[in-house]
Each structure stands twice: as C-alpha cells, then as structure tokens.
C-alpha cells in the first residue's frame, strides 16, 4: 500500500465482500465459518477443526464457502467456538470430529446441529452470542472486531475501519488538535506506570526526546 486512495480502495471492495460477516440480512448464497484462533481454543485444538473443515469442504467439492479464523470471541470457557455467517449461528465447546456434522447437517442439510448449541445460565440453548446473558450488557469498542475478521489478514482489518484514526490524525488534524483530543480523552501510557500520554505528546512535539 502506497497511498492513502489505496487504503480506501481495499476498505470499500473488501468491506462489500466481508458484508455477510455483520449483515444478517445479506444478499448472498456465500457462508464464512468463522473458528476461534485464540489462545483458549487453539489449546483445544479450534486448529485441527480449521483444518478438517477445510479438508471436508475441498472433498466434497462445496462451493461458496469459506473457513475463516479469527481472534478471540471472549468467551473462552465455551470454546473452541464456531459461528456461520450470516445466519449467525454459535457452536460452542466444538470438537475436531464434529467438523463433518457441521458441514452436512449445516451447510449442506440446512439444520442446526442442535447439540453444539451453547446453554445460557437459565439452561435454555441459544443461538446467537449476542443473545447471552454474558454479552447482553456489553459494548466491545477496541475489540469490535474480535471474532469478525481474520486477525492475520490486513485486508479485512482495514475493511472494518482499520487504519482510520491514523488517516484523520494524519490528513485531516494540526499536532495541537491531536494532542487536545488526548487530553481531553484522560488516556495514560507507558505500561503500568501511567503518565499522562498528552505529556509525552507534547515533549515529541517540543523536540525535547
């Protein structure tokens, strides 16, 4: 990527292609299969689901469906976790072998595969993540994109606004603007000792370091 315009061409093209991932309602015979790559997961083997779903798609010659992983859903006591968008459906405590029900019962059949729902804590089986208790209350903002995306995929982090920050900081604001937005913001760096971030902003801005 050279360019700014570059940058917005990918977001555009790539965010129509990733539409299915956040649009319920999306317009398409295309299915993703997103696989929890996180630390919790892949130590239960969310790796070796990855790789037989890939391997039963590829011989069953099933098209219009992709295996994605992505980061961390959150809810690592529930994983390995598997959603299918855009129906968005959730599979928790997914094994490797459960890897061919998936595809025949799911993408080919067209049912749940009732048994690898996840139980809320009132035992009734749920659906769709957003529908627990656990997230119910909860608005992720830096971690949005967790469980959307393919953390390792540059493409799709900037189809879901990726970079954007940067490019207004850097195109569209003075050195004063930004450092009056993180003043105004409270933030604080520097690991644990917590000093004020404005502060070091302004010492890089004075040329004092």
Not at 49 to 76: A, D, M, P, S, Y
Not at 85 to 108: G, Q
């Amino acid at each position: 990527m050279k360019s700014l315009e570059e940058i917005k061409q990918i977001r555009e093209q790539k965010r129509q292609e990733l539409d299915l991932r956040v649009n319920l309602s999306a317009n398409t015979v295309e299915k993703h299969i997103l696989v929890c790559h996180g630390t919790g997961c892949t130590s239960s083997k969310s790796e070796d689901i990855i790789n037989n779903l890939r391997r039963i798609i590829e011989e069953k010659h099933i098209e219009n469906v992709r295996v994605i992983q992505t980061g961390c859903f959150g809810l690592c006591a529930k994983g390995p976790i598997v959603i299918i968008r855009p129906e968005d459906i959730f599979y928790s405590m997914v094994k490797p072998e459960d890897a061919e029900e998936i595809i025949n019962t799911h993408i080919i059949e067209g049912r749940l595969v009732e048994r690898l729902l996840c139980k809320d804590i009132d035992g009734s089986l749920v659906q769709r993540l957003d529908d627990l208790s656990f997230y119910k209350k909860q608005k992720r903002i830096a971690l949005k994109n967790c469980g959307k995306i393919d953390p390792e995929n540059i493409d799709e982090y900037i189809a879901f606004d990726g970079y954007k920050a940067l490019e207004k900081v850097l195109f569209n604001m003075s050195q004063d603007e930004v450092i009056d937005v993180v003043t105004k913001s409270g933030l604080r760096g520097r690991g644990g000792a917590g000093f004020l971030t404005r502060k070091e902003m302004a010492i890089y801005k004075n040329g004092r370091r």
